[in-house]
């Protein structure tokens, strides 16, 4: 009996530099995703976020648990600048994960500099 088609959870596994955004998703590695995306050491995720939902450590969880190969998180907030809550911010402190909430815009090029120089850094960004 045929499947039809199997929808997977989007992942590249792989590191690489973001070449784009804007439009509701980004570009790299020769691909594109619409929606928000989560750059980690174990490659870059689609992430169900968007401005209105809470930055809250549930919505982190992937990160949290990926803590241990991170030293920086770039936090791109959308359109805005929005600060992360004490609880996301204490939660990632606990795992030793600076973390540093800006623009998606500024996110993106403060993540490729970061990835260039091999800096242990990722990125959660939401699409804009």
């Not at 959870?9 to 929606?35: E, K, L, Q, T």
């Not at 791109?76 to 809550?85: D, F, N, Q, V």
Request: charge should be neutral; proline fraction near 5%; aromatic fraction near 6%.
């Amino acid at each position: 009996m045929a499947k039809g088609i199997e929808i997977r959870a989007a992942h590249f596994p792989g590191r690489a530099p973001i070449d784009a955004y804007g439009n509701g998703g980004f570009r790299f590695a020769d691909m594109s995703h619409r929606g928000s995306i989560l750059c980690l050491p174990t490659g870059i995720h689609g992430w169900d976020m968007d401005m209105s939902k809470p930055l809250s450590p549930e919505n982190f969880r992937r990160v949290l648990d990926e803590a241990a190969d991170i030293e920086v998180l770039l936090v791109g907030t959308g359109t805005e600048l929005r600060r992360l809550p004490e609880e996301l911010r204490l939660a990632l402190k606990s795992r030793g994960i600076s973390s540093d909430p800006m623009s998606t815009g500024a996110a993106v090029r403060t993540f490729n500099i970061m990835l260039a120089e091999q800096r242990a850094v990722a990125a959660a960004l939401i699409a804009v």
